[in-house]
């Protein structure tokens, strides 16, 4: 099935610096990359997504990249605060793999004010 | 805009014991999926249905069943609970005709086997 790679596993950053996570993915049909924050015994919370005939996507103060022939894909958060200090995830979905979503293992964002 | 909801939010059960955990999609998505989230873990796909047949399995034991039922409304049944069960449980509905089928999650089910 489809793999995805998540690093780094914890980040750090100071109130107003910007925090990137990165992932890799195995499955080349895999077209939807979709990002998640997650606090603690809640709900995956979409926070943005990207789709395979895009390479970039913002919204306001996030931003993900895709690079298809690398088979990665990246997480920008920019002037964190510390709202932001949560799980990220992200995921890719592929139509080989009846489009169920494959997680990475979790990124815990800290955000030092 | 109506979301995913899943019943009960808690729940409790003992060793050994049976569970059944409920999901109700968005209306009109045909499409549900079970993720099963232990503590500090990542989600995984336990099972998904799409028209009410079952289109794709993961890691779900023996011991787990599921079914869609005509309302679209999916069951996810645990027998045998064991201590390695206590999770959250998500569900996800999304609708087929959307060519990046994009999930939409409910609250989840915190199941904990004493």
């Known amino acids: 099935g489809e793999n995805v790679e998540q690093h780094p596993s914890t980040l750090s950053v100071q109130e107003g610096d910007s925090a990137v996570i990165k992932c890799t993915y195995s499955d080349s049909a895999s077209n939807y990359f979709p990002w998640y924050k997650q606090e603690l015994g809640k709900r995956p919370q979409l926070i943005i997504d990207i789709r395979s005939n895009v390479g970039e996507k913002k919204d306001q103060r996030i931003a993900v990249t895709l690079n298809k022939t690398a088979k990665h894909f990246s997480l920008h958060i920019t002037e964190t605060q510390p709202e932001d200090s949560a799980v990220y995830f992200c995921?890719?979905?592929?139509?080989?793999?009846?489009?169920?979503?494959?997680f990475g293992a979790g990124t815990t964002v800290t955000v030092r004010a | 805009a109506a979301g995913v909801i899943q019943s009960p939010r808690h729940l409790i059960k003992e060793k050994r014991e049976t569970a059944t955990l409920k999901c109700y999609p968005i209306p009109r998505h045909d499409t549900v999926y079970w993720y099963q989230q232990g503590p500090g873990q990542d989600p995984q796909f336990l099972i998904s249905?799409?028209?009410?047949?079952?289109?794709d399995k993961g890691s779900i034991p023996d011991r787990f069943s599921a079914q869609q039922f005509s309302d679209y409304h999916s069951e996810l049944n645990m027998s045998s609970l064991e201590l390695g069960d206590s999770a959250l449980y998500f569900c996800?509905?999304?609708?087929?005709?959307?060519?990046?089928?994009?999930?939409?999650f409910g609250p989840g089910t915190r199941l904990t086997v004493l």
């Open positions: 995921a890719a979905s592929s139509p080989s793999y009846d489009y169920k979503l494959s």
């Open positions: 996800a509905s999304s609708l087929s005709a959307d060519p990046y089928n994009e999930q939409f």
């Open positions: 249905f799409y028209e009410k047949m079952q289109s």
